[in-house]
Structure formats: structure tokens, C-alpha cells
């Protein structure tokens, strides 16, 4: 099976912006989360998705929005960039749908905001 | 909130030693603790898992402790390798609704040649 893919890898935008960021889960796979990893702070959780339902979220601003497709194909957006946004951008899949299995991670998207 | 406390957070051992790397978690209701290793420039990896009602689990090297009680979980790597050096992250995986998986830091492992 192929596995996850993010697209774009990079990104390059300036404050104020708006980005939408794409990942495409393994095929088969219903749950998508997304994580925010910076240097030093690990992996922030973001949001998960299943069958097109939100269904936790972290703590993170309303700037952070996403949403998922019927292909489990899942979108987030950031609105109004800020400087601190600047991070790798983490989704990753599942097969299961307790959070009790292992999660799939793809190579990220690289965000940069000037 | 939730939260996941990870230490150290740069570990530097001898090719051959072994390494603990500990996380303490604040939710009770988490019942999932997964490891994983992300080499430089790639993405994490899982390299072994532990559920609530289980203690502990060894898979050749690597070995991961569990205790409920005090929300303390551990990861031990024995006779490490170089190609063991990577950062590796702890989480906690909480189900509230969906779920929710909650990371540690992440630890630095160097491992000298």
C-alpha cells in the first residue's frame, strides 16, 4: 500500500495569508490527525478526523481549521498567518478508530511564514 | 489540560550501554502509549507500543514499562547501536470521543561510536 502523502512539502507564505495543506491517508484508512511540530515542542496536536466528523481538537486558534473528505482525504487551513506559525505540519492516519493503534505519519509540510 | 512530560531531553550514551528515556502523563483515561523514532529529516515511526492493561512489553532491544498507578511509562533500549541515534517521542493516546494522542517533547539519543 502506499503511504501517506502531503502536499505541498513547502511552503513559503508572508503574515497575514492564508494556506491550505493536503494529506492523503493510507488507502483504507478513516482517521486522520494533524500535528504541529516545532523545535522543542514536539508534536501539538491539531485536530482528528473520521468519516468527515471532527471529532477532538486541541488548543489551538480558530485560525486552525480543517476538514475531511469522503476519500478520508483530509484538508487543514491556517487564515491570517502569523510569524509563530512557522513549523512542519504532521498528518497521519489509522485503521483503527479508538486511538488505540498506530498511527501513520506522512513526511510533512513545511511551512514558512515571512 | 492534557500533558505528557518527557526527560531527558538530550540522552548521549556509549555504543554497547543501555537507555531510559521516561514520560509521565496526566490523564487517567489514556490507555494507549505508543513510541516513536524520528530520524533526522524523516518522519516518526513507530517502534513499539504498550496498552493500559498491559505492564510491560519487550520487542528484541527495546522494552517499554507501564505503571498505571503512578502514570509513569518507560522506554529502555539495550546494547545500543549508532543507528539508534534519532529523537523519539512518547505519547498518550486518550479516548474522548474520537481520540486524542498527546506527545512528550521528545528526547535527543546520541549514540558514540
Known sequence: KAGVTQTPRYLIKTRGQQVTLSCS???GHR????????PGQGLQFLFEYFSETQRNKG??????SGRQFSNSRSE???????????????????????????QFFGPG?????? | ??????????????EGDSAVIKCTYSDSASNYFPWYKQELGKRPQLIIDIRSNVGEKKD???????????K?????????????????????SIPFGGFKTIFGAGTRLFVKA
Open chain 1, 25 to 27: 491517508p493510507i488507502s
Open chain 1, 31 to 38: 482517521s486522520v490527525s494533524w500535528y504541529q511540530q516545532t
Open chain 1, 59 to 64: 488548543n489551538f486558534p480558530g485560525r486552525f
Open chain 1, 76 to 102: 487543514m487551513n491556517v487564515s491570517t498567518l502569523e510569524l509563530g506559525d512557522s513549523a512542519l505540519y504532521l498528518c497521519a492516519s489509522s485503521a483503527g478508530t479508538s486511538g488505540s493503534h498506530e
Open chain 1, 109 to 114: 509540510t513545511r511551512l514558512t511564514v515571512l
Open chain 2, 1 to 14: 489540560g492534557e500533558n505528557v512530560e518527557q526527560h531527558p531531553s538530550t540522552l548521549s550514551v556509549q
Open chain 2, 60 to 70: 528484541q532491544r527495546i522494552a517499554v514499562t507501564l505503571n498505571k498507578t503512578a
Open chain 2, 72 to 92: 509513569h511509562f518507560s522506554l529502555h533500549i539495550t546494547e545500543t547501536q549508532p543507528e539508534d541515534s534519532a529523537v523519539y517521542f512518547c505519547a498518550a
